[in-house]
């Protein structure tokens, strides 16, 4: 596109294209579930016999919770700078080494000391981080879990066997 000619062809396509996708969704009036096409549903798990329309799986939350509450304990162990070697008053070699330094008017004592203020302070902010996170997907599996069972249990013909996709698209229109 050379030019401010080819820029309003351009901008003029753009604006037919936007008004084409709005036309298009402003006449579906239908609600739509995403799913599989039926060929390749009929394999499918679940509680039913591997017959079951509506198949959830939440074993990557638990993983991931699983390797964030992992990183959290390996980093509470591994990367507390402050507190390796800690004397009797608790101050870490770091610190000690900051301290000395200090004692000796050598400017890097006071820059290390720094250093391993900052350092605590974005290990603490990781560590609550990967804790917050181990702890929701945690409660997001198990609260995924109680609500599809209770979503499956609701979508029962009365002889228990499950209502399928195409029946519970009826009540939609």
Same mark, same amino acid.
């Given at each position: 596109?050379?030019?401010?000619?080819?820029?309003?062809?351009?901008?003029?396509?753009?604006?037919?294209?936007?008004?084409?996708?709005?036309?298009?969704?402003?006449?579906?009036?239908?609600?739509?579930?995403?799913?599989?096409?039926?060929?390749?549903?009929?394999?499918?798990?679940?509680?039913?016999?591997? $017959?079951?329309?509506?198949?959830?799986?939440?074993?990557?939350?638990?993983?991931?919770?699983?390797?964030?509450?992992?990183?959290?304990?390996?980093?509470?162990?591994?990367?507390?700078?402050?507190?390796?070697?800690?004397?009797?008053?608790?101050?870490?070699?770091?610190?000690?080494?900051?301290?000395?330094?200090?004692?000796?008017?050598?400017?890097?004592?006071?820059?290390?000391?720094?250093?391993?203020?900052?350092?605590?302070? $974005?290990?603490?902010?990781?560590? $609550?981080?990967?804790?917050?996170?181990?702890?929701?997907?945690?409660?997001?599996?198990?609260?995924?879990?109680?609500?599809?069972?209770?979503?499956?249990?609701?979508?029962?013909?009365?002889?228990?066997?499950?209502?399928?996709?195409?029946?519970?698209?009826?009540?939609?229109?």
């Amino acid at each position: 596109m050379g030019g401010a000619g080819g820029f309003l062809v351009g901008w003029d396509e753009w604006e037919q294209s936007k008004a084409e996708v709005a036309e298009r969704h402003s006449t579906s009036t239908e609600t739509k579930l995403n799913q599989l096409p039926a060929d390749s549903r009929s394999g499918g798990g679940g509680a039913s016999g591997g $017959q079951s329309d509506l198949v959830t799986n939440q074993d990557d939350l638990g993983d991931v919770g699983h390797e964030a509450f992992m990183l959290h304990d390996h980093l509470g162990r591994q990367a507390d700078i402050a507190g390796a070697g800690a004397d009797k008053n608790g101050a870490g070699s770091s610190m000690q080494a900051a301290a000395s330094l200090k004692s000796h008017n050598f400017a890097l004592g006071g820059a290390l000391e720094k250093t391993v203020e900052i350092w605590t302070t $974005q290990l603490k902010t990781l560590l $609550q981080a990967c804790a917050h996170i181990s702890n929701h997907l945690d409660h997001t599996k198990t609260s995924h879990a109680r609500d599809d069972a209770l979503i499956e249990a609701s979508f029962r013909n009365r002889n228990g066997s499950a209502v399928p996709v195409s029946r519970i698209s009826e009540y939609f229109k």
